[in-house]
């Protein structure tokens, strides 16, 4: 994958560690999705989320990236390649810094995103979010992503699977 075709506007980067105060400063400012999917973040959870992996799936598959405005971080996107299908790309967590939301970086993100993952013979890209959260819901709804179904997380949640065609 070719990460820094992903966005023509704005710096890509894998984050790592390194980058954990920034990466936790973005998502601690965005109390709402923790409302819906607790416990608030913790550097520790940033730790956690730089490594979690779905089963069958290696580190090298995975991109946690950050996209960046001169020095400001003001998104993250966890992106699974070939899951759970090798022609399917995975969104595990996108957020964006709470002072840009609501003027349509983030959809501009996700179209970006989503125009060079076809380009690079994906046919689809997937993720879910928790029932219940207004916010997670319409976002991902008028961005194209379409309900396949609703499943159970490992901690007890309902979890709306979605997907957009490329």
């Not at 967590?93 to 989503?114: K, L």
């Not at 194209?144 to 159970?152: N, Y």
Request: some cysteine.
């Amino acid at each position: 994958m070719i990460i820094e075709e992903l966005s023509k506007e704005y710096k890509i980067c894998r984050l790592a560690k390194e980058q954990m105060d920034e990466i936790f400063e973005l998502c601690a400012g965005n109390p709402l999705y923790y409302e819906y999917h607790p416990p608030f973040i913790t550097k520790e959870a940033v730790i956690d989320d730089l490594n979690n992996l779905p089963p069958g799936k290696q580190l090298s598959d995975k991109y946690y990236l950050g996209f960046y405005l001169g020095n400001r971080l003001i998104a993250v996107l966890d992106l699974i390649d070939g899951y759970p299908e090798d022609h399917i790309a995975f969104i595990g967590f996108f957020m964006t810094y709470s002072g840009i939301q609501g003027r349509g970086i983030g959809t501009e993100i996700i179209t970006s995103v989503c125009s060079q993952l076809k380009k690079e013979g994906f046919c689809s890209v997937r993720l879910g979010w928790i029932k219940g959260n207004p916010q997670s819901e319409h976002f991902w709804i008028k961005n194209q992503f379409e309900v396949l179904k609703e499943t159970c997380s490992m901690d007890g949640h309902t979890i709306i699977l979605a997907e957009r065609k490329l």
